[in-house]
T-cell receptor
């Protein structure tokens, strides 16, 4: 029974295209996150949502737009994809509503390759 | 702003010990440790909250010195399953984790 799931697992697309990654958690957590892990394995926060409300919006190009239809889902839409967007994108969730003294549960990741 | 981990890489034989350090330039409220195996998602190991506590998790333990803004992860009697990349994540009461530069650990038989 998967706790945090992401689709698709792999995404290969051309520059300039628009794509979406979906994330769902069945843990009943209040907070969800998007992270980007680049080729050097640096793991960087992009966004976090608490109960559908945007809490963290790091310095991310506005081509990236997260959407949380309900607290169990957090999707990431990317417009006009660029080569530099190639990375592994991880969704995560945690119980804690504010502060981060809780563990985060990560999804399996979506490897995005922009050609 | 990103915490610096040292060493960058460690190679061990089964049964050997290792220490991974995490150092931040900012005041910390908590430190989280995660392990990521190749091609997989990061998996939570432990959290240390402000107070300088030490925690243990089987043969993996950690300490947190908030005055020095540092944390160390101790792996004793390493097993093959310990191989992976270890990340510290630091929280300065900003509602977000800043992950460290990572330490790649390889354990050989």
């Amino acid at each position: 029974d998967t706790a945090v799931s992401q689709t698709p697992k792999y995404l290969v697309t051309q520059m300039g295209n628009d794509k979406s990654i979906k994330c769902e958690q069945n843990l009943g957590h209040d907070t969800m996150y998007w992270y980007k892990q680049d080729s050097k394995k640096f793991l960087k926060i992009m966004f976090s949502y608490n109960n559908k409300e945007l809490i963290i919006n790091e310095t991310v190009p506005n081509r990236f737009s997260p959407k949380s239809p309900d607290k169990a889902h957090l999707n990431l839409h990317i417009n006009s994809l660029e080569l530099g967007d190639s990375a592994v994108y991880f969704c995560a969730s945690s119980q804690e509503g504010q502060g981060i003294s809780d563990e985060q549960f990560f999804g399996p990741g979506t490897r995005l390759t922009v050609l | 702003q990103q915490p610096v981990q040292s060493p960058q890489a460690v190679i061990l034989r089964e049964g050997e010990d290792a220490v991974i350090n995490c150092s931040s330039s900012k005041a910390l409220y908590s430190v989280h440790w995660y392990r990521q195996k190749h091609g997989e998602a990061p998996v939570f190991l432990m959290i240390l909250l402000k107070g300088g506590e030490q925690k243990g998790h089987e043969k993996i333990s950690a300490s947190f010195n908030e005055k020095k803004q540092q944390s160390s992860l101790y792996l004793t009697a390493s097993q093959l399953s310990y191989s992976g990349t270890y990340f510290c994540g630091t929280d300065g009461l900003t509602d977000k984790l800043i992950f460290g530069t990572g330490t790649r650990l390889q354990v050989f038989p």
